[in-house]
């Protein structure tokens, strides 16, 4: 199996971002898996574009794309996506888009193509603080798990928390939830090898 995963570069006031440095750790394969990694820019326009020509590129078996969620402190992998964009702020190329259709003839939400209880029970069968989400946000990790839905290939798009190095917090990040937080689990539970284990087991179970 060929799995392309990807994440997000930095936004914001953020140099930094989990998803990336998640994604741009694993390795060229897992428990017999071939994974391709790939970083998409944070941009409306973009993040749809390059997501396409990857997937015509490499043309897995399967897909997972992994961003960060600042208001959270468990790993969520999101059973839905809605079609809308709505920035509460701009993105890498200063768009802003507020209650704009992603596909306009679209339905209002899409499902993940794979299983998101399924890798959620996974996930916190592992010890791992997992919730299943049906909220992507509106930003573009949003934008970007409705069009991976709306793809042939199956799959699945995971929040991560928006760790730091050296424990600082996140400038940006709660895009996802505004008023912030999962009860899982303290986001200081976390560091970058155990989000790392995370995905990496997520790529295992496909």
């Not at 930094?16 to 994974?35: C, D, K, Q, W, Y």
């Not at 970083?39 to 390059?50: K, N, T």
Request: charged share 15%; net charge negative.
């Amino acid at each position: 199996m060929h799995i392309l995963v990807t994440g997000f570069e930095p936004f914001g006031n953020d140099n930094f971002n989990a998803s990336s440095a998640v994604v741009s750790a694993l390795p060229a394969s897992i428990a017999g898996r071939r994974l391709t990694t790939a970083i998409l820019p944070v941009s409306f326009h973009r993040s749809g574009e390059a997501l396409s020509a990857l997937l015509a590129e490499h043309r897995p078996d399967a897909l997972i794309c992994v961003g960060e969620a600042g208001g959270r402190a468990a790993v969520t992998p999101e059973a839905r996506a809605a079609n809308e964009d709505d920035a509460r702020i701009p993105d890498n190329d200063g768009a802003r888009p507020r209650g704009a259709a992603i596909i306009s003839d679209g339905p209002l939400s899409l499902p993940s193509s794979l299983d998101a209880q399924r890798i959620t029970a996974l996930l916190a069968a592992a010890g791992f603080a997992a919730q299943v989400s049906r909220n992507a946000g509106r930003f573009v990790c949003n934008h970007v798990a409705y069009l991976a839905y709306a793809q042939p290939v199956p799959a699945l798009f995971i929040h991560v928390p928006a760790l730091r190095p050296g424990g600082t917090e996140a400038g940006v990040g709660r895009e996802t939830d505004l008023r912030a937080a999962s009860t899982a689990a303290p986001a200081s539970a976390w560091d970058m090898e155990q989000l790392l284990a995370a995905v990496e087991l997520v790529a295992a179970s496909l």
